[in-house]
């Protein structure tokens, strides 16, 4: 903790400082691997009422698109609102910049938040590792992923004994060992708690009771990092069982693209316990998988609902803004790819919900595009703090009062030789380091299947000028 000293030092008086009488709350909730895939998106065979009601209350933006396809690469974007750091080291990365130069990188969006008045306090995973620690079990208190951001950085492990352990967890306890002899599917009997997300909840639940008391003087910046629908799907049988009649839709284009495009083997599904089943090939284990996730997602949406209701009865949801973000989406099938890391629509496009007490039109449907990265200023804005320039996102305050404002390109990187993306209102080009593109055209049904950057080259270039000028 020391070696931060010298940073917080320097960093203090460069935001400016504001009294916050009267400023709202935000709670961030940060959901893992989640697609846009809820009944207020449109999919009704899904079970999700917590989250709907959230939608119901504020502005669901249908085409949100975070940065990278993997946890903490996008939420490096999320939690500092700039572009950059394609790996899901990027934050600790961050961090030992900052160790010997407190100058590498301006604050972080809760640091922001911290040093203007606000205490700000972490439960669950927010930024890649859960409670933001580093070493072999992630509970190493000397090594910070996100020094000087939170006043309180937290995981209730439990059972699980540990961060890692908890991360991907199964029920009672269970830690990933040889991943190959863990369940991928699991529901089994009991309360939510026999889950890692439930006592993440509990923690979450006794962090709002503490920062609403009235002796606080500040306002608070808690964000809670719900775990599932992550891997393994695990879920209390409750939520399965929601599912035991659901007629799920056909997947959409489920086959391997033809040609060079940023397809990968799935291997961070493959590697669990499957009893030699590939969904690829068994349609019956393919529709087993896709329920399982829904259960998670409805596990999920429980905890949300826990959330929520806490503000309610705490009475602070009328001062209090709400964000619903996942860091991002996630395959079933679609170009036979079962998990994320990849450049396609599936992988990059992920819910985001913002609500607040007040908003015009609540409830209505945006299909404006945005960015993760816009969420930081968006907040700055909403709570009347000091502009933060350095964030490279934009406010969506214009969208919140009115559905219908434009919306901008959306971009994103990841650093398995990808390169970048941009998405438009009607294509989406990928620009691999080496130089290759890949084109797809969003008027046609064809959609992401097929290449067509050769004919189209004047689209390729136009939109290979736009991501060269948004990363120069």
Wanted: proline share 8%; with cysteine; hydrophobic share 35%.
């Amino acid at each position: 903790m020391k070696r931060f000293t010298l940073f917080l030092a320097v960093l203090i008086p460069s935001i400016p400082f504001l009294s916050f009488a009267d400023k709202p709350n935000i709670l961030l909730i940060c959901v893992d691997d989640l697609r846009p895939e809820l009944n207020c998106y449109g999919v009704d065979y899904i079970h999700s009422p917590n989250i709907d009601r959230l939608a119901a209350e504020g502005r669901t933006f249908y085409k949100h698109y975070v940065q990278a396809p993997t946890c903490g690469a996008s939420r490096y974007a999320l939690l500092t609102g700039r572009y950059g750091g394609p790996s899901n080291n990027a934050l600790f990365d961050r961090a030992k910049e900052l160790e010997t130069n407190p100058n590498a990188s301006p604050p972080s969006m809760p640091a922001w938040f911290r040093h203007n008045g606000f205490r700000t306090v972490s439960v669950g995973k927010v930024s890649h590792h859960p409670g933001g620690r580093g070493g072999p079990d992630w509970n190493d208190e000397s090594i910070i992923e996100m020094p000087n951001s939170w006043d309180r950085h937290l995981l209730n492990a439990g059972a699980w004994q540990h961060p890692r352990g908890w991360m991907h967890g199964q029920a009672y306890g269970e830690i990933r060992g040889d991943a190959s002899q863990m369940d991928l599917l699991q529901a089994y009997e009991g309360p939510d708690s026999i889950y890692p997300d439930g006592i993440n909840t509990d923690q979450a639940l006794k962090q709002l009771d503490s920062l609403a008391k009235k002796e606080n003087d500040k306002p608070f910046f808690l964000a809670f990092g719900i775990l599932r629908p992550h891997l393994p799907f695990g879920a209390p049988k409750k939520y399965l069982d929601l599912y035991a009649d659901a007629e799920l839709p056909a997947v959409p284009h489920p086959k391997q693209p033809k040609g060079r495009t940023t397809w990968h083997e799935s291997g961070e599904f493959y590697k669990y316990k499957r009893d030699g089943m590939d969904p690829n090939t068994n349609a019956d284990y393919a529709l087993q998988v896709r329920k399982h996730y829904a259960a998670c997602v409805s596990y999920a949406d429980g905890q949300v609902g826990r959330v929520l209701n806490r503000l309610d009865e705490l009475d602070i949801r009328d001062n209090t803004i709400v964000v619903l973000w996942g860091d991002h989406g996630w395959h079933l099938g679609e170009h036979a790819i079962w998990g994320k890391h990849s450049l396609f629509e599936e992988s990059l496009r992920s819910p985001l919900i913002i609500s607040y007490p007040g908003m015009p039109n609540p409830g209505k449907l945006s299909h404006s595009m945005v960015e993760t990265i816009d969420i930081f200023p968006t907040l700055v804005e909403l709570s009347g703090l000091p502009k933060a320039k350095h964030a490279h996102g934009v406010s969506l305050k214009p969208i919140l009062e009115s559905p219908s404002s434009p919306g901008h390109d959306a971009f994103g990187y990841f650093s398995r030789g990808y390169g970048h993306t941009i998405r438009t209102g009607t294509h989406r080009l990928i620009a691999h380091t080496d130089g290759y593109v890949e084109l797809y055209d969003h008027r046609t049904l064809e959609g992401e299947t097929r290449n067509v950057a050769d004919e189209q080259p004047d689209v390729v270039a136009q939109l290979k000028a736009k991501i060269e000028k948004r990363f120069r």
